[in-house]
């Protein structure tokens, strides 16, 4: 088969009649209100990819999940019915069926691990993560020579390995949420965090490299360039939004040296090795964008309901009435720090909700914004994960460390809030030996946030025990402690 890069996640495979495009993302409007842009750009080439779809007997999209920048809906509904949609069949799809609903095209959902034959030409294998607030799915396509894992966004390092015969791999290799870029850090502390999780974030893509014995790795799924806000996000400057020269340089440094630099359009040829890394936007490259794109955000005239804000958190409250929760910090939701009333408290403990909000709090969750962002979260087609994926609040927290409870109630959607909170809830607590320096430690098998299976996961030289979904650590010779969350996975030194 002969595959294509189109840009951020966007991989087409053909071969005679069959075509498979993966997560193409080619809208002008960007992603996340306007926030998120791809880069390079992309856009020249949708009408490309378009022919190509057009002109194969069996053509067919795949969906890994429903982010904007994986889902395209301009882009599908530019599309002739006869493309065929592919998903895969999460614990809750109601959000992305009802967006892809609209569109007409036929859409199929695939379980966990299937294997689905596209023509007589193409299969694809799916090896999806569904816990929490994170769904999203790996694949595997196969034309019965060569076998491509498209990881992209995927947690699923627990999941792999040698057997899966792999012969070019792609994964997520920047970060892509709003930790710790929207939090009121001061800066040293910032890029300090920004570094570590940069540092676990490479880490993760050569385990997996190294598992897996690829014969080509292609980086894609990220950075996207954000030039409506802070120019450093887009250049990757003290922040988690790094760019190929970064990895190019971890991986080189590490020994590997099997990596293929694609530009949007370019294909993926097996002996074309020494391709150079895209280098990061410059500021002139970030204006070009600025300037011949235009910011949906700003664009936007949502004035706040607080009466539907506050009813749309009592939705949500609803749902988890019956779930016992304790010690955690109030969510105060602010867009007017100078008066007590612009704002609300949530309370998780009590499941209620209140006008204004007590700037003297020992421990609060604090989301600081303009009214139009509170005005978004009020309105129930909306998803809160988008919303504040546009990058437009400023967080302050306080004990400084994660809440998993919090990070479900702001980030779940309405339909699957009660699942989140009880599938990691219900993690389970079957333990397993883990060894380092001559010392075995009997463990929680399963990381606590999202119960990722720690049986084979890395423990560095500082004896930290590294979750391979998320980069956790937890402190083996401290009965298991992770310090940045105040969870544990019951470490204990195992009699020999």
Same mark, same amino acid.
């Given at each position: 088969m002969r595959i294509f890069f189109y840009g951020h996640n966007c991989f087409l495979f053909k071969k005679g009649p069959t075509l498979l495009v993966i997560d193409p993302w080619f809208s002008k409007n960007g992603a996340f209100y306007g926030s998120w842009f791809q880069y390079p750009n992309n856009h020249y080439l949708k009408e490309k990819v378009i022919q190509e779809l057009v002109k194969h007997k069996?053509?067919?999209?795949?969906?890994?999940?429903?982010?904007?920048?994986?889902? &395209? +809906? &301009?882009?599908?509904?530019? +599309?002739?019915?006869?493309?065929?949609?592919?998903?895969?069949?999460?614990? &809750?799809?109601?959000?992305?069926?009802? +967006?892809?609903?609209?569109?007409?095209?036929?859409?199929?959902?695939?379980?966990?691990?299937?294997?689905?034959?596209?023509?007589?030409e193409l299969s694809m294998e799916l090896m999806i993560s569904d816990i929490g607030v994170d769904h999203d799915c790996a694949v595997i396509v196969d034309d019965g020579t060569t076998r491509f894992l498209n990881q992209n966004d995927c947690k699923i390092y627990d999941q792999l390995h040698k057997s899966l015969n792999i012969d070019v791999y792609s994964v997520q290799y920047s970060g892509a949420n709003w930790f710790p870029s929207c939090y009121e850090f001061e800066e040293e502390i910032k890029e300090k965090i920004s570094k570590e999780r940069v540092t676990i974030k490479l880490s993760s893509v050569l385990n997996g490299i190294r598992t897996l014995e690829p014969k080509a790795f292609i980086p894609a799924a990220g950075p996207a360039i954000f030039p409506f806000l802070e120019s450093n996000l887009s250049r990757g400057i003290g922040n988690i939004f790094v760019h190929q020269d970064t990895l190019d340089s971890y991986l080189k440094q590490n020994k590997f040296f099997k990596t293929y630099y694609l530009n949007p359009g370019e294909e993926y040829k097996e002996h074309d090795l020494f391709t150079s890394p895209i280098p990061p936007p410059s500021i002139k490259e970030i204006a070009d964008t600025r300037n011949s794109n235009y910011c949906i955000w700003d664009s936007l005239k949502q004035e706040l309901n607080i009466q539907k804000l506050i009813s749309q958190v009592k939705n949500r409250l609803v749902e988890i009435a019956d779930i016992k929760l304790t010690g955690i910090p109030s969510i105060q939701l602010i867009w007017d720090l100078d008066s007590k009333y612009e704002g609300i408290t949530i309370d998780l403990n009590r499941k209620s909700v209140s006008s204004g909000y007590d700037l003297n709090l020992n421990k609060y969750y604090r989301v600081c914004a303009d009214k139009k962002y509170f005005a978004l979260m009020s309105e129930p087609k909306n998803r809160w994960q988008d919303i504040s994926l546009s990058f437009r609040a400023k967080i302050k927290r306080e004990p400084k460390e994660f809440c998993n409870e919090i990070n479900l109630f702001l980030f779940s959607d309405i339909d699957n809030i009660r699942d989140s909170f009880l599938a990691t809830k219900n993690i389970s607590l079957e333990k397993c030996i883990v060894s380092f320096k001559g010392n075995d430690y009997e463990i929680n098998r399963y990381c606590p946030h999202q119960g990722a299976d720690l049986r084979f996961a890395e423990i560095n030289e500082d004896c930290k025990l590294i979750c391979p979904k998320h980069g956790w650590e937890f402190d083996i010779k401290n009965k298991g402690h992770c310090s940045k969350s105040n969870s544990s996975i019951e470490a204990r030194k195992y009699p020999k």
């Amino acid at each position: 088969m002969r595959i294509f890069f189109y840009g951020h996640n966007c991989f087409l495979f053909k071969k005679g009649p069959t075509l498979l495009v993966i997560d193409p993302w080619f809208s002008k409007n960007g992603a996340f209100y306007g926030s998120w842009f791809q880069y390079p750009n992309n856009h020249y080439l949708k009408e490309k990819v378009i022919q190509e779809l057009v002109k194969h007997k069996n053509s067919y999209i795949f969906i890994s999940h429903e982010h904007q920048d994986h889902l &395209d +809906l &301009d882009f599908i509904n530019s +599309l002739v019915k006869k493309v065929k949609i592919i998903v895969p069949k999460y614990r &809750d799809n109601l959000h992305m069926m009802s +967006l892809l609903s609209s569109t007409k095209h036929e859409v199929i959902e695939l379980d966990n691990y299937s294997n689905y034959k596209i023509g007589n030409e193409l299969s694809m294998e799916l090896m999806i993560s569904d816990i929490g607030v994170d769904h999203d799915c790996a694949v595997i396509v196969d034309d019965g020579t060569t076998r491509f894992l498209n990881q992209n966004d995927c947690k699923i390092y627990d999941q792999l390995h040698k057997s899966l015969n792999i012969d070019v791999y792609s994964v997520q290799y920047s970060g892509a949420n709003w930790f710790p870029s929207c939090y009121e850090f001061e800066e040293e502390i910032k890029e300090k965090i920004s570094k570590e999780r940069v540092t676990i974030k490479l880490s993760s893509v050569l385990n997996g490299i190294r598992t897996l014995e690829p014969k080509a790795f292609i980086p894609a799924a990220g950075p996207a360039i954000f030039p409506f806000l802070e120019s450093n996000l887009s250049r990757g400057i003290g922040n988690i939004f790094v760019h190929q020269d970064t990895l190019d340089s971890y991986l080189k440094q590490n020994k590997f040296f099997k990596t293929y630099y694609l530009n949007p359009g370019e294909e993926y040829k097996e002996h074309d090795l020494f391709t150079s890394p895209i280098p990061p936007p410059s500021i002139k490259e970030i204006a070009d964008t600025r300037n011949s794109n235009y910011c949906i955000w700003d664009s936007l005239k949502q004035e706040l309901n607080i009466q539907k804000l506050i009813s749309q958190v009592k939705n949500r409250l609803v749902e988890i009435a019956d779930i016992k929760l304790t010690g955690i910090p109030s969510i105060q939701l602010i867009w007017d720090l100078d008066s007590k009333y612009e704002g609300i408290t949530i309370d998780l403990n009590r499941k209620s909700v209140s006008s204004g909000y007590d700037l003297n709090l020992n421990k609060y969750y604090r989301v600081c914004a303009d009214k139009k962002y509170f005005a978004l979260m009020s309105e129930p087609k909306n998803r809160w994960q988008d919303i504040s994926l546009s990058f437009r609040a400023k967080i302050k927290r306080e004990p400084k460390e994660f809440c998993n409870e919090i990070n479900l109630f702001l980030f779940s959607d309405i339909d699957n809030i009660r699942d989140s909170f009880l599938a990691t809830k219900n993690i389970s607590l079957e333990k397993c030996i883990v060894s380092f320096k001559g010392n075995d430690y009997e463990i929680n098998r399963y990381c606590p946030h999202q119960g990722a299976d720690l049986r084979f996961a890395e423990i560095n030289e500082d004896c930290k025990l590294i979750c391979p979904k998320h980069g956790w650590e937890f402190d083996i010779k401290n009965k298991g402690h992770c310090s940045k969350s105040n969870s544990s996975i019951e470490a204990r030194k195992y009699p020999k």
